[in-house]
């Protein structure tokens, strides 16, 4: 079956540490996400790539890195200039030469919680 | 003032009831409404799309855009218990627009 499949599900990152969240898809698709999500505040966009070796900076960037070296993939490392790290991290993706009713399609999600 | 308003709720109606669920934003140029729903400890998953103002049906929801209002809804008919989730609205300017802009999400439970 087709879809995005997000790693791990749960992740807990020390005071200081680098983590890294993993993103596959396996749609074809060649815009690739990162949508952070808070309660009370909604999805906001950390990173996105529209294309392989190429990637933008989105609302919330700062803290947070990407790359993207394969069009399945969309790693995102979460550093420890990130302040506010802890919360539910959600990767998506869409064809670029888009066509109506083809939006964003979510994994599902990963909650990272700083101890 | 954020660009998109979405009353958090919780809202809780009785199955059977007819939701409404609303946003109203202040960006003019948004072309592109979508609604999202998304159940607890999961991503989000595509419910409607609509490209400006008008209204789309599928099955028992309908999603309404009114652009001179900036305000859209979703409605709900014969509500289930299944339809209990966080429902999110989003909107985009362009097409070829990168940027999703979202509401922060209504929470809604159906009492069976």
């Known amino acids: 079956d087709g879809g995005i499949t997000q790693s791990p599900k749960y992740l807990f990152r020390k005071e200081g540490q680098n983590v890294t969240l993993s993103c596959e898809q396996n749609?074809?698709?060649?815009?690739m996400y990162w949508y952070r999500q808070d309660p009370g505040q909604g999805l906001r966009l950390i990173y996105y790539s529209q294309i392989v070796n190429d990637f933008q900076k989105g609302d919330i960037a700062e803290g947070y890195s990407v790359s993207r070296e394969k069009k399945e993939s969309f790693p995102l490392t979460v550093t420890s200039a990130q302040k506010n790290p802890t919360a539910f991290y959600l990767c998506a993706s869409r064809p670029f030469r888009d066509t109506k009713n083809t939006e964003a399609f979510f994994g599902q999600g990963t909650r990272l919680t700083v101890v | 003032q954020k660009e998109v308003e979405q009353d958090p709720g919780p809202l809780s109606v009785p199955e059977g009831a007819i939701v409404s669920l609303n946003c109203t934003y202040s960006?003019?140029?948004?072309?592109?409404f979508m609604w999202y729903r998304q159940y607890s400890r999961k991503g989000p998953e595509l419910l409607m799309y609509t490209y400006s103002s008008g209204n789309k049906e599928d099955g028992r929801f309908t999603a309404q855009v009114d652009k001179s209002s900036k305000y859209i809804s979703l409605f709900i008919r014969d509500s289930q218990p299944s339809d209990s989730a966080t429902y999110l609205c989003?909107?985009?300017?362009?097409?070829?627009?990168?940027?999703?802009?979202f509401g922060t999400g209504t929470r809604l439970t159906i009492i069976p």
């Open positions: 989003a909107m985009r300017a362009n097409f070829g627009n990168e940027k999703l802009t």
């Open positions: 749609l074809n698709h060649d815009a």
């Open positions: 960006n003019s140029a948004f072309q592109y």
